[in-house]
């Protein structure tokens, strides 16, 4: 194998990763600890929480990725960190071990925007996976990453040059799967509850509103949101469940058909924006990334919309679509091989924007 060896640190939200990666691409390991159960009680992130976990987290996930990974310090090139964007609690932890670990074994320091992270995942292969075989993104490409607290369309035209196309104005469609599934009552987080609610509707006829927002490439959530409250009430107030008793839910079957009819109005609009970006600046291929890339029906549905326009679709597996080490150690990479080297002066940038439109 040849290119750089990065040792990869995320821990921007809730998730603490550490990967090994070879030259952008090849997974060595790529351990995640996750916080979820940690949060589920409070139905949502508390990032004082966050920082403590992931300080907890973060020495036996590094042991854990040297145990599998075949390789020792004196074959790795640099130390790739997220900077940013993300809670600034959360990201200190993994910027700070980073730099003790770069420092201590004299090893270049690289930081990482997470989205890019996101983007860059679509380049990841697996160990076992044949890298020669694996298709990679084609430049020019259309960029959609949708997770927890972003979404956005972007263009490439090469590595590392992002063009904004759009993005959310109020929510991120993640965050409002996971809203939407705490009014189901399905718990935290709401994404993975929703698609999996969803799979036993039998009646698919409820329609949730779209939010177009004209000929823009932006989106909005939030109106969405707010009828997801309304339907709900109504169905609630149908079914006799009481309207202030958050305990009590509704029948199985109709929570199914308002997930089911939610998550089909996000995956609409989300993937008819992305099709329509990708014939529009001619793209050669379609990346999508983030949390809510995990999700089937969206990845279906793009799918669909890319076979349709002759275009490859890149998406990972749904592992390393929510947060890991691995994507960033792909970007990482790219920043490296680019002369790219942070000072230990590397702060958290809690709002770093991936691209400026
Ligand atoms: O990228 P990510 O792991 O963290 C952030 O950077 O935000 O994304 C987390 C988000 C959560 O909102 C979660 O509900 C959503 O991704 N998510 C999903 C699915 N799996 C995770 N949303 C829809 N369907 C899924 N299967
Ligand atoms: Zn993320």
């Keep these: 194998m040849s290119g750089p060896l990065l040792l990869a640190i995320e821990s921007s939200c809730d998730e603490t990763g550490i990967a090994l990666i070879q030259d952008g691409r090849c997974i060595l390991s790529n351990v995640v600890a996750s916080q979820v159960a940690l949060h589920a009680p409070s139905g949502g992130i508390v990032p004082e929480v966050a920082a403590r976990a992931h300080l907890r987290w973060i020495v036996p996930t590094l042991d854990e990725a ?31 071990f980073a730099k003790a670990l770069a420092w201590v074994h004299d090893k270049p320091l690289i930081g990482v925007n997470h989205l890019e992270g996101h983007v860059y995942a679509a380049w990841l292969v697996d160990p076992g996976e044949d890298e020669a075989t694996k298709p990679q993104p084609e430049f020019p490409l259309v960029a959609l990453v949708v997770s927890g607290g972003h979404t956005f369309l972007a263009e490439m035209r090469d590595h590392l040059t992002y063009r904004l196309l759009g993005a959310t104005v109020d929510d991120a469609a993640g965050e409002a799967f996971d809203k939407v599934g705490r009014l189901l009552g399905l718990g935290y987080p709401g994404g993975p509850a929703i698609q999996k609610a969803a799979e036993g509707a039998v009646r698919r006829d409820v329609v949730f509103p779209r939010a177009w927002m004209g000929d823009s490439y932006d989106f909005s959530f939030s109106g969405l949101k707010t009828a997801a409250r309304r339907i ?77 326009m002759g275009l490859p679709l890149i998406v990972p597996r749904p592992g390393l679509c929510t947060d890991n080490g691995a994507m960033i150690g792909a970007a990482g990479a790219r920043r490296f091989l680019a002369g790219e080297r942070a000072g230990l002066d590397l702060d958290a940038r809690p709002s770093l924007p991936l691209a400026t439109r």
């Design 232 to 308: 709900i009430a109504e169905a609630r107030a149908e079914e006799g469940v009481p309207a202030d008793d958050p305990a009590a839910t509704l029948s199985a079957a109709t929570t199914a058909e308002l997930a089911w009819g939610f998550q089909e109005s996000v995956v609409d609009v989300l993937a008819t924006k992305a099709a329509r970006a990708a014939t529009a600046i001619g793209a050669r291929s379609i990346v999508l990334g983030g949390g809510v890339a995990a999700n089937s029906v969206l990845r279906e549905r793009l799918r669909h919309e890319a076979e349709t």
């Design 66 to 96: 040297w145990a599998g990974a075949g390789v020792s310090w004196d074959d790795v090139d640099g130390v790739a960190v997220t900077y940013g964007p993300g809670l600034a609690g959360s990201l200190l932890v993994g910027i700070n």
